[in-house]
T-cell receptor, first 114, second 116 residues
Framework: AQKVTQAQTEISVVEKEDVTLDCVYETRDTTYYLFWYKQPPSGELVFLIRRNSFDEQNEISGRYSWNFQKSTSSFNFTITASQVVDSAVYFCALSTGTASKLTFGTGTRLQVTL | GAVVSQHPSWVICKSGTSVKIECRSLDFQATTMFWYRQFPKQSLMLMATSNEGSKATYEQGVEKDKFLINHASLTLSTLTVTSAHPEDSSFYIC????????????FGPGTRLTVT
């Protein structure tokens, strides 16, 4: 069975601070895919990144960066110099096999204030 | 990029009535569609997986007779909430997949259902 844990329920930061959202996953499959999605107040999920289990390279996209560590089963997400527009709920998700069925974490609500 | 639409975006219905939600893949053919339910401040819970032309596979605890799913074509899946009750009020999100892609699933914008 797959499981995704996002231990941080809510995080509040002041604009321009860096913030890291944690994600820990469990799976017995050797091939799997990890995702991060952003859900703003409008409700529509916004895809941020997909990482497969064979690619442990960290990735940076603008102010966003992801740290994937198989040794600790973690796929953490860092926002550098946070902005008010980053306020949203962020979900980490796991998919195994070719069915692309996603298991979501419980989400982390990020509040960025001025 | 791939676009998934949902209709309606929000609906209010009276208790005991049925409501249908449509999910369409606009510019691609989806071999698989998924339906999720999200209660306020909670995560997305998968309700069912549907493949075109076959019966949907429901997750444990989801009543198949209450949540009817039809996937009649490669671009359309519908979720019908039958005999809706206030506890069915939720945010329903569909997604579409063409198998393994760089983005996994493409999500619709969601439908907010309120049952009075």
């Amino acid at each position: 069975a797959q499981k995704v844990t996002q231990a941080q329920t809510e995080i509040s930061v002041v604009e321009k601070e860096d913030v890291t959202l944690d994600c820990v996953y469990e799976t017995r499959d050797t091939t799997y895919y990890l995702f991060w999605y952003k859900q703003p107040p409008s409700g529509e999920l916004v895809f941020l990144i997909r990482r497969n289990s064979f690619d442990e390279q960290n990735e940076i996209s603008g102010r966003y960066s992801w740290n994937f560590q198989k040794s600790t089963s973690s796929f953490n997400f860092t926002i550098t110099a946070s902005q008010v527009v980053d306020s949203a709920v962020y979900f980490c998700a796991l998919s195994t096999g070719t069915a692309s069925k996603l298991t979501f974490g419980t989400g982390t609500r990020l509040q960025v204030t001025l | 990029g791939a676009v998934v639409s949902q209709h309606p975006s929000w609906v209010i219905c009276k208790s005991g009535t049925s409501v249908k939600i449509e999910c369409r893949s606009l510019d691609f053919q989806a071999t698989t569609m998924f339906w999720y339910r999200q209660f306020p401040k909670q995560s997305l819970m998968l309700m069912a997986t549907s493949n075109e032309g076959s019966k949907a596979t429901y997750e444990q605890g989801v009543e198949k007779d209450k949540f009817l799913i039809n996937h009649a074509s490669l671009t359309l899946s519908t979720l019908t909430v039958t005999s809706a009750h206030p506890e069915d009020s939720s945010f329903y999100i569909c997604s579409a997949s063409v198998g393994l892609t760089s983005r996994g699933q493409y999500f619709g914008p969601g439908t907010r259902l309120t049952v009075t």
